[in-house]
């Protein structure tokens, strides 16, 4: 099967606090790509933060960052001091023949 | 970079009119274009991927002729619902792909909410 899951339909965190999304996937192949989206209530899909499967090292960027499991198949997000406007959909993806798999989503609310 | 403009944000519609969203990448050439659908609270369910100048390829299930794509440029991907009805009410978000590889991230418009009275 190629899907994506996403475990988690719903979490919080206080603001300034840690967080991590998690996220499974199914591939028969090898080379791949995955991504986390971020979708705030304005609709946008905003590209977060991208991982390449042949790259052992886990990305990151600025207060995110991958935990890249490969033989697992497992690639968590995790967000470093949280803030407001972080809350949002959070979806995760991988990529097809010529496409993207979405995950379900995780909706993130960031508490004050 | 990579910004994909989406006209128009929202529109509302008698049952019967067809109904044309246009998609365009600014700042970079689209090879490719991608459609999706989003109900309220669900992710993303592509209907079509097109690439310029050939015709747009549809996921199972999703009609050719109620949902018309046309990618004639670099830039612009339409997406027509035609003789639209209450049930085609939702949520139509584009994104483009500026290679053909699927490495590429694809970068997404700021979707189109879709009401058929």
């Known amino acids: 099967a190629q899907t994506v899951t996403q475990s988690q339909p719903e979490m919080s965190v206080q603001e300034a606090e840690t967080v991590t999304l998690s996220c499974t996937y199914d591939?028969?192949?090898?080379?791949?790509?995955l991504f986390w989206y971020k979708q705030p209530p304005s609709r946008q899909m905003i590209l977060v933060i991208r991982q390449e499967a042949y790259k052992q090292q886990n990305a990151t960027e600025n207060r995110f960052s991958v935990n890249f499991q490969k033989a697992a198949k497992s690639f968590s997000l995790k967000i470093s001091d949280s803030q407001l406007g972080d809350t949002a959909m959070y979806f995760c993806?991988?990529?097809?023949?010529?496409?993207?798999?979405f995950g379900t989503g995780t909706r993130l609310t960031v508490i004050p | 970079g990579a910004v994909v403009s989406q006209h128009p944000s929202w529109v509302i519609c008698k049952s019967g009119t067809s109904v044309k969203i246009e998609c365009r990448s600014l700042d970079f050439q689209a090879t490719t274009m991608f459609w999706y659908r989003q109900f309220p609270k669900q992710s993303l369910m592509l209907m079509a991927t097109s690439n310029e100048g050939s015709k747009a390829t549809y996921e199972q299930g999703v009609e050719k002729d109620k949902f018309l794509i046309n990618h004639a440029s670099l830039t612009l991907s339409t997406l027509t619902v035609t003789s639209a009805h209450p049930e085609d009410s939702s949520f139509y978000i584009c994104?483009?792909?500026?290679?053909?590889?699927?490495?590429?991230?694809?970068?997404f418009g700021d979707g189109t909410r879709l009401s058929i009275l």
């Open positions: 994104s483009a792909r500026m290679g053909g590889l699927g490495n590429q991230p694809q970068h």
């Open positions: 993806a991988r990529t097809g023949a010529n496409n993207l798999f």
């Open positions: 591939t028969s192949e090898n080379n791949y790509y």
